[in-house]
């Protein structure tokens, strides 16, 4: 699990009780099926702290566990940024097929555009046939409307560019018309083949 994971312990121990956190973080680094056991136990336990579903969810996630999804989404639109990026390295290391969905729906939900970012950066790594289409999408609205989302209009330039889809040029043309997208769109554009 390496480094993500190791900022997620160091992040949650101020607020973990700590026989229960040393033994989720030792059944974490176990990685056995019984170990996978009593983590997705975890997520299922009513009044369970996030700190500790975050731990769970986090372990079987990038142990291929599917049983972490529905967690991992939950955490993927959460409030708290870092959280989401965790849950967001998570989901692309699990390489459920259900991803790319859940990340396009949290990504054009206009009632959560403030927490787009992670949807956004997932649906770029995971290239799945959603994800072109969303970013377009994402995109067109943001520019349509006040742009208060810079950041989220960004990460979808960056992310049409490395797609390198010809579908995006429209979008991208028009982002290269606003003052602080147009370095990145021109930069997205020079990346689309043809």
């Not at 973990?16 to 956190?21: F, G, H, L, M, T």
């Not at 973080?25 to 975890?42: M, N």
């Not at 609205?141 to 579908?167: N, S, T």
């Not at 606003?178 to 083949?193: G, V």
Request: net charge positive.
């Amino acid at each position: 699990m390496g480094d993500p994971f190791r900022a997620l312990i160091d992040r949650v121990r101020p607020d973990a009780e700590p026989v229960e956190y040393a033994r989720l973080v030792t059944l974490a680094r176990q990685r056995g099926p019984d170990a996978r056991d009593q983590l997705a136990s975890v997520l299922v336990e009513t009044e369970r702290p996030l700190w500790a579903r975050e731990i769970a969810a986090f372990a079987l996630g990038s142990a291929g566990d599917r049983r972490a999804f529905e967690t991992l989404v939950f955490l993927l639109n959460y409030r708290d940024p870092v959280c989401c990026a965790t849950a967001a390295q998570a989901l692309e290391r699990l390489r459920d097929p259900r991803t790319a969905k859940a990340a396009a729906a949290l990504a054009t939900n206009e009632l959560r555009t403030a927490y787009a970012l992670y949807p956004v950066r997932l649906l770029t790594a995971l290239r799945a046939p959603e994800s072109v289409p969303t970013l377009i999408n994402v995109l067109q609205r943001l520019l349509i409307g006040p742009l208060h989302y810079w950041p989220i209009a960004e990460a979808c330039v960056q992310g049409l560019g490395a797609l390198g889809d010809r579908r995006a040029i429209p979008v991208l043309d028009a982002a290269a018309e606003m003052h602080r997208l147009s370095p990145a769109a021109k930069a997205a554009l020079a990346r689309i083949p043809g």
